[in-house]
């Protein structure tokens, strides 16, 4: 999911994570929730990602 806000210098964006992340064996990862804040400027090769920043919520270990 993601929300899009218009600010001064471009756009403001959050993106949601909801990742698990496996190992070589497929038993054992991580379960990762949490968000990107993005602040997007358009230049005169597109759209850039000018600051980024991850907030995690939750962090689950999994061990198979």
């Not at 999911?1 to 756009?11: C, D, K, R, S, Y």
């Not at 698990?20 to 990762?32: F, K, S």
């Not at 990107?36 to 689950?60: C, H, N, P, Q, S």
């Amino acid at each position: 999911n993601e929300a899009m806000t218009p600010i001064a210098e471009g756009v403001s964006a959050r993106c949601y994570v909801d990742a698990i992340v496996l190992g070589a064996d497929n038993a054992r990862g991580a379960h990762a929730i949490g968000y990107y804040d993005d602040e997007l400027v358009d230049t005169d090769e597109g759209w850039k990602i000018a600051r980024r920043r991850f907030t995690m919520v939750k962090l689950a270990m999994i061990d198979g």
